[in-house]
């Protein structure tokens, strides 16, 4: 079983990871290389990895939202 720290930092080595990856379709990728500098290639694969970032966020804190309230153990409220 991993500790929570061991948790956190393979959920944010997870998220991280992806940042060098390239994120251009094939047609996008033909006719942005075609260019000189590759700046105009380099904004559009950051600016597709920038919008994915969103729906990771959001399901991967609902999956943590849901952990936390199903699965927590040991911590019982008193009223």
């Known amino acids: ?26 047609m996008c990728r033909a006719v942005l290389e075609s260019e000189e500098g590759l700046s105009t290639a380099k904004g559009v694969n950051d600016g597709i990895v920038y919008l994915m970032i969103i729906p990771y966020l959001l399901v991967g804190g609902l999956g943590i939202a849901i952990y936390m309230k199903y699965f927590k153990k040991g911590k019982t409220e008193k009223v």
């Open 1 to 26: 079983m991993l500790k929570m720290k061991q948790k956190v930092f393979f959920l944010i080595f997870t998220l991280f990871s992806f940042f060098t990856t390239n994120a251009q379709c094939a």
